[in-house]
């Protein structure tokens, strides 16, 4: 029995509403021809179906995801559902087919379109996000630590352990313009939370000598014999300067 294409499949945008449409694909003999969220629905000749969240089955595919091919595989699944790439959903099905049939090995078929896709696309959000790790300024506003960044994917779940960690007795809010969402931790607890807006109060003077003092040192410390701008834009890309205080 042929699977059908003529559909498109709706979910709520979760990663466990992701892995149900996968679930739905193979126990209904569907190939989904489109997969959109609530959120970014568009219009399509096929007919719609909406995906239930169902955790159970969400953590089925999960876990065959690991035993059937491996957890690497898991990993490449996890970050390209946090990117923003279009189509990623789609991306992610087409892989984890390929997957089941092929093993463990599959991650390995870099020249294949497939896996180089779903690679290149959790390389791009890895990076990112290993950016942000050296790339967040915080600003203090009456004893909390506020941070404003503008990713390109949802780098927010991957950095959030690391700023947690590093700042344990600090209460702090790091707010993602581009998704409208938010880390905020408190008395040693985290939430990811959505946030439409952030309005942050005007820099109190302690605050602004301290910026001023970190633009004097990161100033200070320069060899100008060695101002290399192009490198500078390498090793820090330009679009994040917005939010760096040595820059602004």
Not at 38 to 53: A, G, P, R
Not at 61 to 69: D, L, M
């Amino acid at each position: 029995m042929p699977y059908r294409t003529d559909i498109t499949y709706l979910y709520d945008g979760s990663f466990e509403g992701l892995l149900c449409c996968v679930h739905e694909s193979y126990y209904k003999r569907e190939l989904p021809s489109l997969i959109f969220n609530y959120k970014e629905m568009q219009e399509t000749l096929f007919t719609v179906k909406e995906i239930e969240t169902v955790l159970e089955n969400a953590k089925k595919v999960e876990t065959s995801i690991k035993k059937a091919i491996s957890g690497e595989a898991l990993h490449l699944v996890r970050m390209c559902y946090y990117s923003n790439s279009e189509n990623r959903e789609i991306v992610i099905l087409n892989f984890l087919r390929m997957g089941y049939k092929i093993g463990p090995s599959v991650t390995s078929m870099l020249s294949d379109d497939t896996v180089k896709a779903i690679t290149d696309i959790a390389k791009s959000v890895s990076r990112e996000s290993m950016y942000y790790l050296e790339f967040i300024r915080f600003s203090d506003y009456n004893g909390a630590l506020v941070a404003i960044i503008e990713p390109k994917n949802f780098v927010l779940p991957m950095i959030v352990n690391h700023f947690c960690d590093r700042f344990p007795s600090e209460q702090f809010l790091i707010y993602d313009e581009t998704n409208k969402h938010g880390i905020v931790y408190q008395n040693g607890k985290k939430a990811l939370i959505p946030l439409d807006n952030l309005e942050v109060p005007k820099a109190c003077k302690k605050e602004e000598k301290y910026r001023a003092l970190w633009k004097q040192f990161y100033n200070t410390i320069a060899i100008e014999g060695r101002i290399n701008p192009k490198l500078r834009m390498n090793n820090m890309p330009k679009r994040y300067w917005k939010h760096l205080t040595e820059f602004q």
